[in-house]
């Protein structure tokens, strides 16, 4: 609400509660994304290597303070207490925060002088002459005081939406790794990147009809995911989080089965009948056991009738 830049990290661990404190989960992409009170659009990222943990923190404060609100890094205990040796960063201005202008700020532009377009403004810096203003979390107009009327909220949250708006206009698609459709899709996310990696090459080494998208951002998702989904037969999240299996007790049924996180959340945003896979060890994915699911669900999909 009052629309302050800030970084946050979570690494990812077994739960609920304290759950498995030193163990490995992928459990809080729709709680990071929706738990809060009230709308709350945020920008989520999640790294699938630990170079990559290095990257995005430089990313995420970029987009921070280039769109005035919450920028959550996700990650998970696998990147958190992994090794890995990847090239020396080479420091440039470009990595760096850039330096606060020190100049007075314009007289009559208001702290919150938000684009129609894209939601976004300029924001004064503490000590910024003339850049003084009223910094509240409740409603507010655009000169930041408090509102209760039902047009200044409106406004408010109209803005705070845009952003993650125009922050999407500017993403561009997932790579595919492997053909461009065909019979299964794998859609990952986080630290399975490089099991899902091996498990679909494996596959594909051997004839089977499968390729893969790894997704690093989750809000907002990245674009053209509904065009790239109905190019191939199925559809099917790899994660490390809760699902009920395929093979369940009588009790749960197609309409009453708990998906996996990404699941949920793609399904929602492209309408597509995604599928899940996971489980909840605690324990990295193995190559060997996505493999497994891939060629079952093959070998099934090719025993029925295109």
Same mark, same amino acid.
């Given at each position: 609400?009052?629309?302050?830049?800030?970084?946050?990290?979570?690494?990812?661990?077994?739960?609920?509660?304290?759950?498995?404190?030193?163990?490995?989960?992928?459990?809080?992409?729709?709680? #990071? &994304?929706?738990?809060?009170?009230?709308? =709350?659009?945020?920008?989520?990222?999640?790294?699938?290597?630990?170079?990559?943990?290095?990257?995005? %923190? &430089?990313?995420?404060?970029?987009?921070?303070?280039?769109?005035?609100?919450?920028?959550?890094?996700?990650? =998970?205990?696998?990147?958190?207490?992994? %090794?890995?040796?990847?090239?020396?960063?080479?420091?440039?201005?470009?990595?760096?925060?850039? =330096?606060?202008?020190?100049?007075?700020?314009?007289?009559?532009?208001?702290?919150?002088?938000?684009?129609? =377009?894209?939601?976004?403004?300029?924001?004064?810096?503490?000590?910024?002459?003339?850049?003084?203003?009223?910094?509240?979390?409740?409603?507010?107009?655009?000169?930041?005081?408090? +509102?209760?009327?039902?047009?200044?909220?409106?406004?408010?949250?109209?803005?705070?939406?845009?952003?993650?708006?125009?922050?999407?206009? #500017?993403?561009?698609?997932?790579?595919?790794?492997? !053909?461009?459709?065909? !019979?299964?899709?794998?859609?990952?996310?986080?630290?399975?990147?490089?099991?899902?990696?091996?498990?679909?090459?494996? +596959?594909?080494?051997?004839?089977?009809?499968?390729?893969?998208?790894?997704?690093?951002?989750?809000?907002?998702?990245?674009?053209?995911?509904?065009?790239?989904?109905?190019?191939?037969?199925?559809?099917?999240?790899?994660?490390?989080?809760?699902?009920?299996?395929?093979?369940?007790?009588?009790?749960?049924?197609?309409?009453?089965?708990?998906?996996?996180?990404?699941?949920?959340?793609?399904?929602?945003?492209?309408?597509? !009948?995604?599928?899940?896979?996971?489980?909840?060890?605690?324990?990295?994915?193995?190559?060997?056991? &996505?493999?497994?699911?891939?060629?079952?669900?093959?070998?099934?999909?090719?025993?029925?009738?295109?």
């Amino acid at each position: 609400m009052a629309e302050i830049p800030i970084v946050i990290v979570i690494v990812q661990r077994g739960g609920p509660s304290t759950g498995l404190p030193t163990k490995v989960e992928q459990g809080e992409l729709l709680p #990071t &994304i929706f738990g809060a009170p009230g709308d =709350d659009p945020k920008i989520v990222l999640a790294a699938a290597t630990i170079e990559e943990c290095y990257q995005f %923190v &430089i990313t995420a404060r970029e987009l921070a303070e280039q769109f005035r609100g919450p920028v959550i890094l996700l990650t =998970d205990a696998n990147l958190a207490t992994g %090794v890995a040796p990847f090239p020396r960063p080479e420091l440039s201005v470009e990595s760096m925060a850039a =330096d606060i202008d020190p100049s007075p700020w314009p007289v009559g532009v208001p702290p919150y002088d938000w684009d129609p =377009d894209t939601g976004l403004s300029p924001r004064p810096v503490p000590g910024q002459p003339g850049g003084e203003y009223v910094l509240t979390g409740l409603a507010h107009t655009k000169f930041g005081k408090v +509102a209760y009327d039902p047009h200044a909220n409106q406004i408010g949250c109209e803005m705070r939406s845009r952003k993650l708006a125009a922050l999407r206009h #500017t993403l561009r698609p997932p790579v595919i790794r492997g !053909d461009d459709e065909g !019979d299964l899709l794998i859609v990952g996310w986080g630290s399975t990147l490089g099991a899902i990696d091996e498990a679909v090459e494996r +596959a594909r080494g051997e004839g089977h009809s499968v390729s893969s998208v790894h997704l690093r951002f989750l809000s907002p998702l990245e674009p053209g995911l509904t065009e790239i989904f109905s190019r191939f037969r199925q559809v099917l999240s790899v994660e490390i989080n809760y699902s009920d299996p395929v093979e369940s007790p009588p009790l749960i049924r197609k309409e009453t089965r708990r998906l996996s996180q990404l699941a949920r959340l793609l399904r929602t945003r492209t309408l597509v !009948d995604v599928d899940s896979w996971s489980n909840v060890h605690g324990q990295p994915l193995r190559p060997g056991q &996505i493999y497994a699911e891939i060629v079952k669900r093959c070998e099934a999909l090719r025993g029925v009738a295109r």
